[in-house]
């Protein structure tokens, strides 16, 4: 059974520019969480969907969206890219029984 | 506010035991789990236990949960070079997505 698939692995962008990052679960999860990791902030939940629905948000301002396909894919976009926004986004999907999250591989984005 | 604890670094010799600490804050959590990150790589959920529950072993690994004091460990038994990463300890409270601990990172010397 194949993994959760995060595309691009890696990312490289300018401050102003905006960047969609993209995930695809694994087959029959239909929630995808999206995580942002920074060595100063560690892990920091972005939001979730679940059948195409946003069910959670975390603290993060409106510059950062996502959306989810009815094949359960997700996207994540952010908006007018700064430098703080270099990180490496994990997308995580899972059943709805809640054994734990599976995670991609994740995206490095880096903006200068 | 929901806030998981980690000590943020570990050093053992190969061949020894390593326990890892950590503390939660949300009694409604369900599960609480144990993730793992090597480099350059996403979280690998490692295991998890049900609240219910005061331990579980699979293989080298150990888990212990105290649900008066909220204090969840792991203990990895004859620990390898290849146990090095930086481990996540993270709860599930109830109606809400998972909270992650800063991580612990593990140093496993020859």
């Known amino acids: 059974k194949a993994g959760v698939t995060q595309t691009p692995r890696y990312l490289i962008k300018t401050r102003g520019q905006q960047v969609t990052l993209s995930c695809s679960p694994i087959s029959g999860h239909r929630s995808v969480s999206w995580y942002q990791q920074t060595p100063g902030q560690g892990l920091q939940f972005l939001f979730e969907?679940?059948?195409?629905?946003?069910?959670n948000k975390g603290n993060f301002p409106g510059r950062f969206s996502g959306r989810q396909f009815s094949n359960s894919r997700s996207e994540m976009n952010v908006s007018t890219l700064e430098l703080g926004d270099s990180a490496l986004y994990l997308c995580?999907?899972?059943?709805?029984?809640?054994?734990?999250?599976?995670f991609g591989s994740g995206t490095r984005l880096t903006v200068v | 506010g929901e806030d998981v604890e980690q000590s943020l670094f570990l050093s053992v010799r190969e061949g020894d035991s390593s326990v890892i600490n950590c503390t939660y804050t949300?009694?409604?959590?369900?599960?609480l789990y144990w993730y793992k990150q090597e480099p350059g790589a996403g979280l690998q959920l490692l295991t998890y236990?049900?609240?219910?529950?005061d331990m579980k072993q699979d293989q080298r690994l150990t888990v212990l949960l105290n649900k008066k004091d909220k204090h969840l460990s792991l203990r990895i038994a004859d620990t390898q070079t290849g146990d090095s990463a930086i481990y996540f300890c993270?709860?599930?409270?109830?109606?809400?997505?998972?909270?992650f601990g800063p991580g612990t990172r593990l140093s496993v010397l020859p």
């Open positions: 995580a999907s899972s059943t709805e029984g809640n054994y734990g999250y599976t």
């Open positions: 949300d009694s409604s959590s369900t599960y």
């Open positions: 993270a709860e599930n409270p109830y109606g809400q997505n998972f909270v």
């Open positions: 236990i049900f609240s219910n529950m």
């Open positions: 969907y679940f059948s195409e629905t946003q069910r």
